[in-house]
T-cell receptor, first 116, second 114 residues
Framework: ETGVTQTPRHLVMGMTNKKSLKCEQH?????MYWYKQSAKKPLELMFV???????ENNSVPSRFSPECPNSSHLFLHLHTLQPEDSALYLC???????????????FGPGTRLTVL | AQKITQTQPGMFVQEKEAVTLDCTYD???????LFWYKQPSSGEMIFLIY??????QNATEGRYSLNFQKARKSANLVISASQLGDSAMYFC???????????FGEGTQLTVNP
């Protein structure tokens, strides 16, 4: 596997369910990100991890709980979600700490989440 | 104020023609980077091109070029010789300073007609 992978690609869950989204990067990067993309809205940054440490939580509700066990894996644990949480959840990685150059983020294919 | 503004919700172009997608940005940081991403219907965000605030030349990557006008704070994407596979959402994004956070615009839906 190369690049950034995400599983599952599609998820339908009820408001009382608990589920987890998984992201894995094979690029040797040290920073990982969770984004939420709702219809007709810009991508919203949710969480940032640098060297497995959470460095940013963009006022995300506690029903979203991230976990970064190592620099290659990132999880998003979901519980008691609301219908408005239905969206495409994108994971990305980059090489943090570079002070010059593009340092672009590489994205996974996303998980399309539907909350009933 | 919005940091990234893409004023074109949708654009249409004929196959083999060139198209310009607009992006303006707002920052007080002298060091920043500008990115363009393509998002096909499959959902994956594909990096296209990057422009650094101190770069003297406009960035180019194959059929993609970035028309960087620093004084006007614009970073328009130019796609030459459009192909049907270019139909997708296109997002402009900015990184300020040395941080890794990207701020995205609302995107432009490009449709290439045969």
């Amino acid at each position: 596997e190369t690049g950034v992978t995400q599983t599952p690609r599609h998820l339908v869950m009820g408001m009382t369910n608990k589920k987890s989204l998984k992201c894995e990067q094979h690029l040797g990067h040290n920073a990982m990100y969770w984004y939420k993309q709702s219809a007709k809205k810009p991508l919203e940054l949710m969480f940032v991890y640098n060297f497995k440490e959470q460095t940013e939580n963009n006022s995300v509700p506690s029903r979203f709980s991230p976990e970064c066990p190592n620099s290659s894996h990132l999880f998003l644990h979901l519980h008691t979600l609301q219908p408005e949480d239905s969206a495409l959840y994108l994971c990305a990685s980059s090489q943090a700490g570079r002070t010059s150059g593009d340092n672009e983020q590489f994205f996974g294919p996303g998980t399309r989440l539907t909350v009933l | 104020a919005q940091k990234i503004t893409q004023t074109q919700p949708g654009m249409f172009v004929q196959e083999k023609e060139a198209v310009t997608l607009d992006c303006t940005y707002d920052t007080s940081d002298p060091s920043y980077g500008l990115f363009w991403y393509k998002q096909p219907s499959s959902g994956e965000m594909i990096f296209l091109i990057y422009q650094g605030s101190y770069d003297q030349q406009n960035a180019t990557e194959g059929r993609y070029s970035l028309n960087f006008q620093k004084a006007r704070k614009s970073a328009n994407l130019v796609i030459s010789a459009s192909q049907l596979g270019d139909s997708a959402m296109y997002f402009c994004a900015m990184r300020e300073g040395s941080g890794s956070r990207l701020t995205f615009g609302e995107g432009t839906q490009l449709t290439v007609n045969p």
